[in-house]
């Protein structure tokens, strides 16, 4: 192995590449100007502790935050629905289904999804971040936007493949910051190992403040799926009446899934508690959902995310026109937390009447819970004893939302 040295020809060994790592050769042979500033970038690490103030923040006293009233249950799902971090981002009226573009096809759906016409493959992508959960618990933030970023590609048919990511911090040479990137980068590492999705690309931003504040710590997930066979591309608006609705995964209702919230920031101005999450059924629930998919017994997926399971009911109907009524969940517990807590690793799936035991035998065999919620109606979203109305009003409440705040 040879290179030019100033215009002698020299033989490369180990001693001298050691010597020479602060001075690598441009493209002439000659040490390159810049060699030092790449090969020796100073490096800041610091040694940091858990602030007091997190562990303050993560302690939610729920004995003093009143439950929801059932007369007032209405006023709070439609003003959560139309809420920013919830509102439907598409305006305008409803695409078709299908369009060609070049030599892809476009999917409509909560993702689009390319596929070339050549093949039956195609790619779902989408892009998930919080930062109320990381701002709390950077470690189980960054898990859960990982986690969230593949449950959602999961619910589309596509098996998660790769992400890129985007830390947006403040200023990270005040502890408390670099404490909050520090556990972030840890959570969502053990995430990607989890999911054994491989990061390709990064993009940090830095020393961001708004009006004067620091903003919360954000970690934005792009991921990538692919789904073998586009016919099995799978959207969360239901699809017949008469379908029944259940809910796969953790049907556990804690009252402390209210905490960090859409819920507890809208209605009590409060950013506090602390998120959980079991990577080992996160796991099994995504293997589950992908499977019923790809055999065809679950027809429509929505995951439980940003405002809840009321939520996540809400879009299924706004996103297909149908409607839902739900009548034989037994609520325990707070109302809150039942109807707007942010409990993760649960899916809203729709399936027809005569799968229903193919889905609850799916489930034992990945040992995750499946509830019946309710059917797929006409044109109405009913939970009984607290709110009935028209599809068409949550549509437009939902698509809305983002339009009436500009």
Known sequence: MFSKSQGKTAVVTKKSIKKDVKAPFDRRGLPSATSHLRSSSPVNRKRVQKPDWISELQVLNLASIPDLSP?????????????????????GSR???????GNAVLLRSSDAVPGAKETKLAMSVNKRGNGRYCYVNPYLGGVIAVSGSARKLICSGAQPRSIAYKLTFSNPESVDVYYHLKECVAG?????????????????????????????????????????????????GFKNE???????????VVD?????????????GMVKGNPHIDLEMEKQLQRCCLEGIRRGLIKSACDCCE?????????????????????????????????????????????????????????????????????VSAKRFVLKG??????????EVWRGGIKKMS
């Open 386 to 395: 607290y709110f009935d109305l028209p599809v068409k009003q949550i549509e």
């Open 95 to 101: 695409q078709s289904a299908r369009r060609h573009v």
């Open 307 to 375: 405002g809840g399971l009321a939520i996540a009911l809400a879009e299924s109907c706004a996103s297909s026109g149908l409607g839902f009524t739900g009548s034989e969940w037994d609520m325990e517990g707070r109302l809150d937390a039942v109807l707007f807590g942010e409990a993760q690793s649960r899916i809203v799936v729709s399936i027809p009447p005569r799968t229903a035991w193919k889905l609850q035998k799916l489930a034992d065999r990945f040992k995750i819970s499946a509830v019946k919620l309710g059917v």
């Open 188 to 236: 969502m590492a053990r995430a990607c190992r989890t999911f054994k999705v491989p990061v390709i690309n990064d993009n940090i931003s830095l020393h961001n403040k708004t009006k004067g504040k620091s903003i919360y710590p954000e970690p934005v997930i792009d991921m990538v799926g692919l789904i073998n066979n586009v016919a099995q591309h799978c959207t969360r």
């Open 71 to 91: 007369r007032k249950v209405k006023a709070v799902f439609l003003r959560l629905l139309a809420s920013p971090n919830i509102a439907g981002k598409r305006q």
């Open 242 to 252: 008469g379908d029944l609705v259940y809910l796969l995964g953790d049907n556990s």
């Open 256 to 268: 402390s899934s209210i905490g960090a919230s859409e819920y507890l920031v809208l209605v009590h």
